[in-house]
């Protein structure tokens, strides 16, 4: 598995230009660097949930993919998309169709996480053989920056806004990534944009097993998390540096970590970047906020670490 | 159990779901997506054990929702596949958002809802609150008064749903347990009449088709085509009306049971008309039957199609009526409006001239029988109001305890 620079620029661009996401925007960072991992003479059926990716790819008349794509509601891109491949596998086994398809579903934070989860479990657990891919913004970013159940602690955001009795979320996010592999399918990665050989060959990876996989991408947004929108991939990094988004893979139930963090950095050089922690740098009051999600990061990175098996 | 045989028709004795699978069984879709729920249960049990014996080309996806069973669906017509699933009361309900994306998709799904009270309280019994709630989602909506109505219907419905001029999903609905549970006789039609009948399903767009990608579900939110897309999906359903007389005309031509827009007794010289739909009807008639052995001048409408409302046909039938009563399986809560049948029947009404007086009778709400007597009260009072020209009230709840 693997990919150069020089055979990404011969793959064929699924998702084309001229579709209305921000300047800036992750999202479509995340699907060009997953769609590096298709396999070559495949075809494709790409599934969104409701969100920013498909508003802003699929107005009609017109499309940006340059392959099959269905959105049908806000929670059930997983639904939909078993539907999709039990009809492939179907019409397939009965000689009615020659092609080789896959699978893949693009779906924001909100659709994956909260509203879209019982669908993603229940099509994980059913075995169905699908990529399933969060481009994670850790908020409701199409509807205008509300929390989710990917947005971490003390983040400002228009539900969950800080104030003379709040310091923004009052809660973790839940780790998905681990949930996901908790329903012990042939593959699971946490990804970044900001580390696109180690994404492609996840996707790689999760295009090539015969189920389901799922990948965990960050990908930042700056309407949302209030930094200069040139830095979507610099903030991504940060985000792997410090370890508050570590990179792993869970391959066959084997945990590994992909990209190894040497000199894991304080979280607060990536919180201080971005408008959303603002509020936790400006008021004293808010020390101890900082002071804990440094502790879930330490806490959250020697777990992952014991369950790859690198802790002393 | 085979109670004799010809050439076509097998007669048995078996229970409503029963005759659902059987007639899932010979359809023989490419995909089955669904989740149990009483009194639909036993329906993809049976389906569940004809996949594990190998008597289908069927792909089950034994889904962990209703919500998620609709969805699926969804996606594999999107991708070309015929599909059935099938439900009941809450299942429905779960299903609502996703009945109107299958219907302006224009997908055929083709779907068996064994009627039941929705919730709260909760009640399993049978009444028609699930799928009058899903009235205006755009599906083609099936009523049947037995098992073999129920299986005739299932049939006829991948038709009507295929048809190119049509291309809406369709409910076929039964009433729970009193259809769903209790063995009827009935006939089945052999296999190869059945597949004959239903033809190889060729979609003009799929997802799976590599020569032509396309898009479902594409984002109307800049250019504004939607009002366009709803209008055409009420063409459709007007359309629906023809192809649903003739493919129950051809029906009749395989089977010897010829299927219409609804049917219906002594309207040739009633003077008052009582109208229901689902295993009522079966009660209605016999007591109607009755009456009009005794002289009482009435007849009776069996309202098989809801979705198309046959209005024109309706109005029709009714011409020169003095009276007629509508009874309703299920309320509206529009404060003293009455059921839907009623409302709707009684705005079919509005531009004739000389128009029959009108009552509705609520009745049945979460399995309360509707018993011959019930019945006979009615029709002694549709009789009163046809008489003195009068009607006293407009909204009557039959078989309540008050």
Same mark, same amino acid.
């Given at each position: ?37 298709? *396999? ?65 579903? &693009? ?42 159940? %990917? ?66 991408? =960050?990908?930042?947004?700056? /309407?949302?998390?209030?930094? *200069? ?84 | ?20 699978? +059987?007639?899932? /069984? ?6 089955? %997506?669904?989740?149990?729920?009483? *009194? ?56 609502? +958002? ?209 979705? *198309? ?17 509508? =009874?309703? /399986? ?11 049948? &009623? ?60």
């Amino acid at each position: 598995m693997g990919i150069s620079l020089k055979e990404m620029t011969k793959k064929p661009e699924i998702l084309t230009g001229g579709h209305r996401l921000c300047v800036g925007c992750g999202a479509p960072i995340a699907v060009r660097q997953v769609l590096m991992g298709a *396999p070559d003479g495949v075809q494709l059926v790409v599934a969104n949930p409701t969100g920013c990716l498909e508003v802003s790819t699929s107005i009609y008349p017109y499309t940006s993919w340059n392959c099959s794509y269905i959105h049908c509601a806000f929670e059930n891109a997983a639904s939909t998309l078993s539907g999709v491949e039990a009809a492939y596998q179907s019409l397939k086994r009965q000689g009615k169709i020659k092609d080789d398809y896959r699978f893949v579903v &693009f779906g924001g934070d909100g659709g994956t996480y909260d509203i879209g989860f019982q669908a993603l479990s229940g099509a994980l657990e059913r075995g169905h053989r699908m990529v399933y891919v969060c481009y994670n913004n850790e908020a409701y970013m199409n509807t205008g920056i509300q929390r989710s159940g %990917a947005t971490g602690l003390g983040t400002w955001t228009t539900t969950s806004p800080h104030g003379e009795k709040s310091f923004g979320k009052n809660q973790n996010r839940k780790d998905l990534t681990a949930i996901a592999a908790a329903h012990n399918i042939p593959y699971v990665a946490q990804a970044s944009i900001s580390h696109w050989r180690d994404l492609v060959k996840k996707a790689q990876k999760a295009f090539a097993v015969d189920g389901p996989a799922f990948i965990n991408v =960050l990908a930042p947004c700056h /309407r949302g998390w209030r930094y *200069p929108m040139e830095q979507t991939v610099e903030v991504a990094k940060l985000a792997v540096q410090t370890c508050s988004w570590p990179l792993y893979e869970v391959e066959n139930g084997k945990w590994n970590i992909t990209v190894k963090v040497r000199d894991k950095k304080p979280v607060e050089e990536y919180l201080k970047i971005q408008g959303r922690f603002a509020h936790l740098f400006k008021e004293e009051k808010h020390g101890d906020v900082l002071r804990l999600i440094q502790e879930n990061v330490d806490r959250e990175w020697e777990k992952l670490r014991s369950l790859s098996g690198e802790q002393e | 159990m085979v109670v004799s045989n010809n050439e076509i028709n097998k007669t048995v004795a078996i229970v409503g779901t029963d005759a659902i699978a +059987e007639a899932m /069984r010979q359809i023989d879709p490419d995909v089955v %997506a669904a989740y149990p729920i009483t *009194p639909q249960t036993a329906i993809v049990e049976t389906f569940a054990q004809m996949v594990a014996d190998g008597q289908v080309n069927t792909n089950y996806v034994p889904v962990e929702s209703e919500h998620s069973a609709m969805s699926a669906a969804i996606g594999a017509a999107a991708a070309g596949a015929r599909v059935m699933t099938a439900t009941s009361s809450q299942g429905l309900a779960l299903m609502w +958002e996703l009945l109107y994306i299958a219907s302006g998709l224009r997908l055929p799904i083709v779907m068996p809802n064994v009627n039941r009270a929705l919730s709260a309280p909760i009640n399993i019994h049978c009444d028609h609150s699930d799928s009058m709630g899903a009235r205006d989602t755009g599906w083609i909506q099936l009523f049947s008064e037995n098992a073999q109505e129920a299986y005739d219907n299932t049939i006829q419905a991948m038709r009507i749903a295929e048809h190119s001029d049509v291309l809406l999903p369709v409910m076929i609905l039964l009433d729970g347990f009193i259809i769903s549970h209790a063995i009827d006789r009935m006939e089945l039609l052999d296999d190869a009449t059945v597949r004959k009948f239903v033809g190889t399903y060729k979609p003009e767009d799929s997802l799976l088709n590599a020569s032509q990608p396309v898009t479902y579900g594409a984002f109307d939110g800049l250019y504004g085509y939607y009002f366009e897309f709803k209008r055409q999906q009420e063409e459709a359903m007007r359309n629906s009306i023809k192809v649903i007389r003739e493919v129950g005309q051809e029906y009749g031509a395989i089977s010897g049971r010829p299927y219409d827009l609804f049917e219906s007794v002594g309207l040739d010289d009633a003077e008052f008309v009582i109208i229901a739909l689902g295993s009522a009807a079966g009660t209605v008639r016999s007591e109607v039957e009755c009456l009009r052995e005794s002289g009482m001048p009435i007849g009776m409408i069996k309202l098989r199609v809801f979705r *198309p409302f046959p209005a024109q046909e309706l109005v029709a039938a009714l011409a020169g009526k003095k009276a007629v009563a509508v =009874l309703d /399986r299920s309320d509206t809560f529009a404060a003293n409006m009455g059921g839907p049948v &009623f409302i709707e029947l009684r705005s079919a009404l509005y531009e004739v001239e000389k128009k029959p007086l009108l009552v509705n009778y609520v009745y049945g709400l979460g399995g309360r029988d509707l018993s011959v007597e019930l019945v006979n009260k009615a029709a002694n009072e549709l009789a009163g109001i046809a008489q003195s020209g009068q009607v006293k009230q407009r909204v009557n709840y039959l078989g309540l305890r008050e």
